[in-house]
């Protein structure tokens, strides 16, 4: 659509009440705001339009009927000298349908198309004192609205970042933290155990998300979690910050322990020594951050079983299984370094896990032999199930598929029990025609009568 055309007309003497008043330079409205864009950053031509629609809303209060006679009531503030028109404006149309809003063609004149903006000046020669008293709050009240827009997109786009603050007060168990422009707000749930922090007192938190509300924006931030960790990492250890070292998974206990897996496809960088740093002191400055916390640093492999090697750390690891379709990792570990693997009520193994997204078993050496033999024997016998199962559907007539006998466990109990049984004895012919038909209902869902031939 074409942008609509403004032309201004100046209003009759007789067209009603209402006397168009000279406008008046207003120098020092324009250095007011000035000011205010400077001291505030506030922008100029935002004050400018909050000003113009402050005016528009003292108009229509204190000049209604002029309002409703003219048509729309416009304010128009000169950006160079600060002087201010009001003009009633309407709507060049082809037919009016309401008069008040709209004028036609033949009234405008023949310098208007439709679609153009028809203005009359109608402003008031006592405007000035009655603008000011009115429009006072609602420019106030615009003026805060954009410095509460502009503190919103400050911290909006700092959200994934960490930024320090004074603890505030705490109500509920929250932690509210002043930020300087804005206020956080610590959750109880993102708060870490055993941390405690008194009024006055600085810190260091995670900007997870921002909010608008009627007092002004707040900041939700959080001190567990794991993101927490890897800023510190970019901020200490220089490599992680310019990329050279990647940190590619984090799981975390907030307060207690983390484990951090790092990368870096530069040969001569060690990514795991970058990040301790000389006699561990980049690691130790992090931990001291985070009031103690434990920190493991591993190394990312792309390989799951060495991964979870690594990640099982500071235990060591004999061997790892990997069972893709329950996808379980086990792995097999030394007796004395059992309980170091598993880690405080399972805390290594737990963190080891979710590092990995495997599911993790810990076996010793014994327990492994143990498994793997009992494993033989189960593997055995499922063959020796399947032979029996393949014999009685043949004998029923019936085709046995490997998701029947996968997924049927009563059909695979009647087999067993079957194998125990002397197959000269006439109950194994009973039997077996009841597994047979047992199978056929599993094939077709169709019931089997009588012994099988």
Same mark, same amino acid.
């Given at each position: ?93 082809? @037919? !009016? $349908?309401?008069?008040?809003? %709209? /004028? ?5 004149? #023949? ?127 220089? @490599? !992680? $910050?310019?990329?050279?070292? %990647? /940190? ?5 206990? #907030? ?59 500071p235990a060591k690891v004999i061997q790892v299984h990997l069972n893709e379709r329950q996808h379980l990792a086990e792995a097999v570990v030394p007796d004395y370094q059992l309980s170091l693997a598993i880690g405080k009520e399972g805390q290594n193994v737990r963190l080891a896990a979710r590092l990995t997204g495997w599911r993790i078993d810990i076996h010793n050496e014994e327990r492994w032999v143990e498994l793997q033999s009992q494993r033989v024997d189960e593997a055995k016998e499922e063959e020796e199930v399947a032979a029996m199962a393949e014999v009685a559907a043949q004998e029923a007539g019936v085709e046995l598929t490997p998701e029947m006998l996968a997924e049927d466990e009563a059909l695979i109990r009647r087999l067993q029990e079957l194998q125990r049984v002397d197959e000269g004895g006439e109950e194994v012919e009973g039997d077996t025609a009841e597994a047979a038909a047992a199978t056929g209902d599993a ?11």
């Open positions: 659509m074409a942008p609509r055309k403004t032309l201004k007309k100046a209003a009759a003497g007789g067209n009603g009440s209402t006397v168009a008043a000279p406008a008046t330079a207003n120098p020092e409205l324009i250095a007011a705001l000035q000011d205010l864009e400077r001291d505030r950053g506030l922008s100029f031509e935002v004050l400018i339009e909050a000003l113009e629609a402050a005016l528009v809303s003292a108009y229509k209060r204190n000049f209604a009927r002029e309002a409703e006679t003219h048509g729309n009531p416009v304010v128009i503030i000169d950006r160079n000298d600060g002087s201010y028109r009001v003009f009633a404006r309407r709507s060049v149309v082809d @037919e !009016v $349908a309401d008069p008040s809003i %709209e /004028i036609s063609l033949a009234d405008a004149g #023949p310098q208007y198309k439709a679609s153009d903006n028809f203005d009359i000046e109608v402003t008031p020669k006592e405007f000035g004192r009655i603008a000011a008293q009115t429009a006072k709050q609602v420019i106030v009240q615009r003026i805060r609205e954009a410095e509460r827009d502009m503190i919103f997109d400050e911290y909006n786009d700092r959200i994934d970042n960490l930024i320090s603050g004074t603890v505030l007060r705490y109500e509920q168990r929250n932690m509210f933290i002043d930020l300087g422009k804005a206020e956080a707000i610590l959750p109880l749930s993102e708060q870490v155990p055993h941390e405690s922090y008194r009024i006055g007192t600085r810190v260091r938190v995670y900007v997870m998300e921002a909010r608008r509300t009627n007092k002004g924006p707040q900041i939700v931030v959080s001190r567990a979690h794991p993101n927490v960790v890897r800023r510190l990492f970019e901020t200490e250890i220089p @490599e !992680v $910050a310019q990329g050279l070292v %990647e /940190i590619k998974d984090i799981s975390r206990e #907030p307060g207690s322990r983390s484990k951090v897996s790092v990368y870096t496809e530069e040969e001569d960088i060690d990514a795991v020594g970058a990040c301790l740093g000389p006699r561990s002191s980049r690691i130790n400055n992090i931990s001291d951050e985070l009031h103690g916390e434990k920190i493991d640093v591993i190394q990312w492999a792309a390989d799951p079983a060495t991964y979870v090697v690594n990640a099982l750390q094939a077709d869902g169709s019931e089997k009568s009588g012994p099988a031939e």
